[in-house]
């Protein structure tokens, strides 16, 4: 705390890095708590590379790992990227030597995140990453440090604002996925190869790590039941509308008595839900605790200015010397993570089916619906035009998924059913 | 860190230390940092009061200073309330002795927190208070810790759950305040002195904490522009709703060149608002940073569960050894708090007019107001069953306070006009 000056290093300068350059020399005396901030060295993969912001009079060096070592940081900031590789390499280093890290990359922690922690604590450094979930708005800090004093029973929320802006757009101008789609990639909302985002690979990652912070187990993204937004197809969007839905990315990871279940899927929200409501880019959390009810808190995901800010946040945190575990419970206690098996899982569903357009089909369909143990809540048929068939959708009462597949199965096989039988689940929150 | 026990002492044993001793006693292990939270001390008004709760094998003091100097606890925690009296002079006393502190109470940070920070970082040890503001949702430590990183421009939302239960029920209920704040007091929702929530202190003592925080500037409740809800009439209620608003008792900081305005009052809110949405006793909250952006927080205001679990997150922190200025910049270095006169403040405005059902009243008015120069946004007139007069409502552009105050004195003395027009503001949020 009697340091009067904090020496950071920058690995990765792209959007967020330059963010970073840019606050700490707009903020020159950004000394949250008592020590000023300085760079003192970068590290990107081209340093001749054209940027929007000045690096010519900072130290470079073209290996990352130099700048983690370097004997002239004491922070070292990492925003490479990508689980392995250079990041890793970069973080291990630091951690190596005993300096703080400070990082947004969200893969490198829901893939690695247990060992780095032991790692990080075995030195008695922090390894903090506010940036990597939900960008500027501070789930990771309220789970790690808000929510010690409760049991956390459930997070769910729209972690992705890639696929909240698609589906937000879809919505709003009846347009499809992959039309919207190019305009985002386009407008650089969306990466030229856009499969982490819209393949629900990013939001697994992020809901890993908030899983991880709220159950006080490690990080588990290999058990993350996974599906995108890349199927989703407008005549969803429009018959749950119908239905008095929205469709959401949702990621959720919850505990029972039996374990933990961590998923990410499109799914139907009611449209009164603050969850439905969260349109554009918007990130939106909910949290649901013993004693403390639910938190909802919502903001911007991404974004240079917004991720930025939760970087420096996480650089004033290390200033404060806190000593406390990177993931709520010290790396040596983590609750092993078991695992709920998705099949036994209960959901609310959504299924829609094309059908032949001739007498019995319905009865066809509920009977073995019937059949299989599904019940039925509510039913809609509406006339489509063009169709090649006639979309019936109906939603059921809370099934086991095992149950359900098994029924998707059978009606797939009626000659009367045009095509697999589509699924969406149905929010419980 | 290295502390395997922190001895925790625990002033006023109501709702909220009721809690935080079943959260303890629960959570026999809970040691966040390493260290164990063990209740070494105890004190209240009465030893003998009945309790949900047994304090028959904890130490007790009679004096909660006593119990704060006393060398049996490390962590002192304040749930007596009062800005002054024993409240005060027992976190004087624990803080004097370098003993951290942790306090749920509002009015003593409202009226007092500067001079306790600057205190306590004399003494080199925290003083926390994320209990005194939405109970378990973490509003301070959001805008203490994960907004360093940002400028704060607002923060305005929901901070009473009393008057948001009150103001929820009479617009779900068509019944009076009156009659819905007695049936509040009957079920324990509202006190029986219920000044300090309807009358907008409560409210007031919190925003003043959150622009402290906010700002970076020092707590001055002093300054605080206060209307509580007990002149919110149900007919208010209804013509708000024709119009596609809410009534909401908001409290708000904003900062600007001119300085600081911190604001307490019922203002209406579009009802597609998520403030609008947030009913029942929740608390909501936007905070808007020049880089982050708007973020939107809501939970549970009070109640043991959730504001117990504040305590003992702040608790934790303590165990930490963070060491952070209480009001994000150090107590020395605190900006200073320049107030804004309200009377310069834009807002856009309701007016609600009782007058005489004749010809040319509702020229008179508009002409009056024309003159003064208020310009009218919408209008809206409404047949009321009974009433001694016929109501007319209006909203207005954006117009500084002066002005309007200036042509509702002149309209209250139109010889049409049966009452002093009834003038509320409309959110800019």
Redesign the interface.
Known sequence: ?SKTEWRVGVAGLGTVGG?LLN?LSDRAGFA???GKAVVTGVSARSRSRPRPFDISNLPWFDDPVELAKSPDIDIFVELIGGSDGPAKAAVEAALNVGKPVVTANKALIAEHGAELAALAESKGVPLLF?AAVM????AV??LR??????DVKSVAGILNGTCNYILSEMDSSGRSFADVLSEAQRLGYAEADPTMDVGGFDAAHKISILAALAFGCAPNYAAAEIEGIDQVALLDIQLAKDLGYKIKLIASANRSDEGVLVRVHPTLVAQSH?LA?AGGALNALFIE????????????GA?S??T??????D???VM??????VF???ATSLTPFTPVDPARNLSRAYLRFLVKDEPGVIAAVSETLAEAGVSIESFLQKPVENAEGVPIVLTTHAVAESVLTAAIDRIANLSVVLERPRLLRIARI
């Open positions: 705390m963010g606050f949250p708590a008592g506010e960008g500027g708005t501070p800090k309220m440090e808000a929510m010690v004093g409760d603050p409501q605790g013993t004693r403390i009810g639910r938190i909802f808190i919502q903001g911007p974004g200015g917004p930025a800010a939760a970087v420096a946040a650089i004033a945190d404060t010397a806190a000593n406390r575990p709520q419970a010290p």
